[in-house]
């Protein structure tokens, strides 16, 4: 059974930056692709980011791209998720997952995610 762990976390002004890890047991992740997910208040999870299963490819969303770079440390087990230039409209729940590449669509059981707040 996989377990998903993000952290890292917090309340950031407007402009601020934040790295979010996603540390995984339970399954060595270094054959999957990994993404990155957030859902705030009142919306349904939306995809933000994906790195391939050895990182020489990564995906974003419009939303987020050219601010948010996605990474992973196989040997660590954990993908990271750096957040720049942060907006209020990125306060969310952030989640990772191991994906299908090009429909992004999650493998396995949620974790509980890490709360991203962006104040004004």
């Known amino acids: 059974q996989v377990q998903l762990v993000e952290s890292g976390g917090g309340l950031v002004q407007a402009g601020g930056s934040l790295r979010l890890s996603c540390a995984a047991s339970?399954?060595?992740?270094?054959?999957?692709?990994m993404g990155w997910f957030r859902q705030a208040p009142g919306k349904e999870r939306e995809f933000v980011a994906a790195t391939y299963w050895s990182g020489v490819s990564t995906y974003y969303a419009d939303s987020v791209k050219g601010r948010f770079t996605i990474s992973r440390d196989n040997t660590k087990n954990t993908v990271y998720l750096q957040m720049n230039t942060l907006k209020p409209e990125d306060t969310a729940v952030y989640y990772c997952?191991?994906?299908?590449?090009?429909?992004?669509?999650?493998?396995?059981?949620w974790g509980r995610g890490t709360q991203v707040t962006v104040s004004s």
């Open positions: 339970g399954r060595a992740i270094n054959t999957y692709h």
């Open positions: 997952n191991a994906v299908s590449w090009s429909t992004w669509r999650p493998s396995w059981d």
